[in-house]
């Protein structure tokens, strides 16, 4: 079984953000000297007048020490003014992946010799925040210090596969969505190794059993920060939406699918990605996936270690662990259901109707996997040696998808055209499937649903992107650079897009005056057909409402994840281990 592309969601939001090079006029401000339950604190001024950002807020104590592959401990408070002009560090992960994705993301927007020249030489010039394991912090930019109303809260989480990404990428460094009267929140959360591994020792040394999912308990605690803090910002803390993209967009659904996340939000916006595939466990096989055991056994073993305490892990320093991790770890460091964060995995949970349900905005790109498919040219996500066509390719396809090979050849052109087709099958089978079907058990679970589809190109007619994954996020943040092509198409579809999302964020609903008054056509709630389309430089207006959106091609493919979702539970039936499922 395939678990994942090795590059399809670690890097992408990730290096498209490095391209980002805006340069807030920053400094710290009088006005933005406030009063909190953590202690008195200072922000800074943005490029709006009466917007402010605090940065480097801590929200949980340093995971260093017993704290290391622990639960977070309880945010610090101080009596002193703590000036938070200085984004905290980002989490462990590896410094230098890139391995030439940069350059094909800049040059497969089809600018000239000179723009790709000056963007490379910016993005060279740039220097990231700190790595270290000091990292729980998040930031709050708000334009409501004096506000008698607080304003609804959104609470963004990165993507980066679990593996890579940070709160301060430029891109999330935007005044767009606050200008409309909403309080954001963008959060750290430990990664990888050290937000994902699981292991006996750990889980032995621990109050209820389990180890691993620390980067989704990180989650939860700020979450918590914000029911606790958020009002002296100027935020509802009962009015919490939760959104993020591809990693970020799996972490939504799994705080949706864990018992100890709920009433900890009241809304949700997946942006590529749901975790519903994911189907690791604590122990054991996850129907092929490596178990959390299976892998931080193998971590210890690279680290010399011999059936070591937890004592011993959390003694090993930060970076000996980083450069001694198995090949293909990241493909293992995820979620895992280990019967107390996850009495379920999020496809069984999503499917059994086992979830906070709360109503929820969920989308894809429409060429997810262009930045991809060179790298890994899978088109499933079951299956890491497709064969490039013929009867072998189907047969290969029907193990997967139950009598759906001959579908998927036609309607992915596979056998023409195996490239153009696998990227296009790629992006629909890692995430058009599985954030439909979330939204589709949403809606059966009790909640409201839109859905929507993103097919925004780059301008230049030498682009070869299409709309790439995480392409979707500058327009949602307002935030899009105009080196890398901006028409007014794009002008317009970031007022949508932001519009929509805040929208949502204040009323539960993404409609509104507002879109009415930009010709934008009702958007109708999902229930099995309905779609927005956000689109632009296609030929198309910039917002059509369609039904039925890439259906034939979603509909067999999904297949496959209703069938691995069985044989799972056929798994477990066999092991004796149904408890859990049914709790």
């Keep these: 079984m395939r678990l994942s592309p090795m590059r399809a969601v670690l890097l992408s939001a990730a290096t498209l953000a490095l391209v980002a090079c805006n340069s807030a006029n920053e400094s710290v401000s009088e006005a933005a000297l406030i009063s909190t339950p953590q202690g008195p604190v200072q922000g800074v001024n943005t490029d709006d007048a009466g917007i402010y950002n605090f940065k480097g807020l801590p929200f949980a104590a340093t995971p260093t020490g017993d704290l290391r592959w622990a639960p977070p401990a309880t945010a610090p408070t101080w009596s002193e003014t703590r000036v938070a002009d200085t984004f905290g560090d980002r989490c462990m992960q590896p410094a230098d992946t890139e391995g030439g994705f940069f350059e094909r993301l800049i040059e497969g927007h089809g600018l000239s010799a000179t723009k790709n020249f000056l963007i490379k030489k910016a993005v060279a010039a740039q220097k990231p925040s700190p790595i270290s394991e000091d990292c729980l912090y ?30 301060d990428f430029s891109y999330y460094q935007s005044n767009g969505l606050v200008q409309k009267d909403v309080v954001l929140v963008t959060i750290n959360y430990r990664l990888g190794a050290f937000g994902y591994m699981a292991h006996p020792a750990l889980s032995a040394a621990d109050p209820n059993g389990v180890s691993g999912n620390y980067g989704t308990l990180d989650q939860m605690a700020a979450l918590d920060w914000v029911r606790d803090n958020i009002a002296s910002y100027g935020g509802d803390p009962e009015n919490i939406t939760v959104f993020g993209e591809s990693a970020g967009a799996w972490s939504v659904t799994e705080l949706m699918a864990s018992p100890l996340a709920k009433g900890k939000f009241h809304k949700a916006i997946l942006q590529s990605g749901a975790s519903t595939y994911h189907l690791g466990q604590m122990d054991g096989e996850g129907l092929g996936w490596p178990s959390g055991y299976n892998m931080g056994e193998k971590v210890a073993d690279a680290l010399g270690l011999t059936d070591p305490t937890a004592a011993d892990l959390r003694a090993v320093p930060a970076a000996d662990i980083m450069a001694n991790l198995p090949e293909k770890a990241e493909e293992a460091f995820h979620h895992i259901r280990d019967g107390y964060v996850f009495p379920k995995n999020v ?8 979830i906070h349900s709360v109503p929820m905005i969920s989308g894809y790109n429409s060429d997810e996997g262009t930045l991809f498919f060179p790298d890994d040219g899978q088109p499933s996500v079951w299956e890491s040696d497709m064969p490039e066509g013929g009867a072998e390719m189907i047969a290969t396809l029907n193990k ?92 317009a579809l970031t007022d949508v897009m932001v519009a929509a999302w805040t929208n949502f964020a204040k009323t539960g609903d993404p409609n509104g005056t ?5 010709g934008v056509p009702a958007w109708a709630q999902h229930t099995g057909e309905n779609w927005m389309h956000f689109s ?25 994840l209703v069938l691995k979702l069985g044989a799972l539970d056929a798994e477990f039936a066999s092991s004796g281990d149904v408890g859990t499922l049914n709790d």
């Design 138 to 167: 998040l930031n709050v930019r708000t334009g409501n210090l004096a506000g008698e109303t607080k304003q609804p809260v959104m609470l963004w989480i990165h993507g980066g596969g679990h593996q890579f990404g940070s709160s």
């Design 347 to 354: 496809g069984h949970a999503f499917r059994d109707g086992d």
């Design 400 to 491: 997967h998808y139950p009598d759906q090979g001959e579908t998927l050849a036609t309607v992915y052109k596979l056998n023409a055209d195996y490239t153009a087709g696998g990227t296009q099958m790629m992006g629909d089978d890692i995430f058009g499937v599985n954030v439909r079907y979330a939204a589709q058990a949403n809606t059966a679970a009790g909640s409201p649903n839109w859905l929507y589809h993103f097919s925004r190109t780059p301008p230049s007619e030498k682009q070869t992107l299409g709309a790439f994954h995480a392409a979707e996020i500058s327009f949602v943040f307002d935030s899009n650079e105009s080196i890398l092509g901006l028409s007014k198409d794009d002008e």
């Design 514 to 518: 507002n879109l009415v008054e930009m």
């Design 536 to 560: 632009g430089n296609t030929g198309l207006p910039v917002t059509t409402a369609e039904a039925h959106i890439r259906k034939a091609k979603l509909d067999a493919l999904e297949t496959g």
